[in-house]
């Protein structure tokens, strides 16, 4: 039961996760969470870091797809300086918001990852959704009062794969 939360790789943030390597993993397609994980969960709008990082993404023909729990407002707001499809209300750590990002941009399970800052919901939707997974630590250190659980049940979760797993460990 607790390999359902165990992130393909880790990395300190999103930003470290090159298009190289995606590429040298067959990785075609990004589905990645918005809050804490592009841009803090307080903040209106992402910045140049991030419109860099989606540059790159493209320039080596990597989709990104946001797939996030917030409500179709927030993140068209968010993204509205960005060339970037979104899915919203994708009720994680439930599967249908990746379900249906894969059916509707017709994506390859094989070829696509979910990118997210939480093991309870991403990781958790990713693993049951058979695609790859990839855990980044959170943007900032506070979170909506929403995350807070979420966050305290993780702290054992986390120790628990530590234990269980050699190979955890953040690039």
């Known amino acids: 039961m607790i390999s359902m939360f165990k992130p393909s790789w880790m990395f300190r943030d999103i930003y470290h996760v090159s298009p190289e390597f995606l590429a040298g993993n067959h ?3 990004v589905l990645t969470d918005l809050d804490n994980t592009l841009i803090p969960w307080n903040q209106i709008a992402g910045d140049e ?3 860099e990082w989606l540059k790159e ?3 080596y023909g990597i989709k990104v797809i946001v797939v996030s729990n917030n409500s179709y ?3 068209e707001h968010a993204l509205v300086d960005y060339d970037v ?3 919203s209300r994708a009720l994680k750590p439930l599967t249908f918001g990746i379900d249906r990002a894969i059916r509707k941009y017709s994506l390859n399970r094989k070829e696509t990852v979910m990118i997210g800052d939480q093991l309870m919901t991403d ?3 990713a693993n049951n959704s058979r695609i790859n997974s990839i855990l980044v630590k959170p943007l900032v250190n506070n979170d909506s009062w929403t995350t807070w659980f979420n966050r305290f049940i993780e702290r054992f979760v986390f120790q628990l794969l530590k234990k269980k797993y050699s190979d955890i460990h953040w690039q």
């Open 85 to 87: 499809n979104f899915v």
């Open 49 to 51: 870091k991030l419109a």
């Open 123 to 125: 990781v958790f939707s």
């Open 73 to 75: 407002s927030r993140i």
């Open 57 to 59: 993404m493209k320039k």
């Open 27 to 29: 990785i075609k397609y």
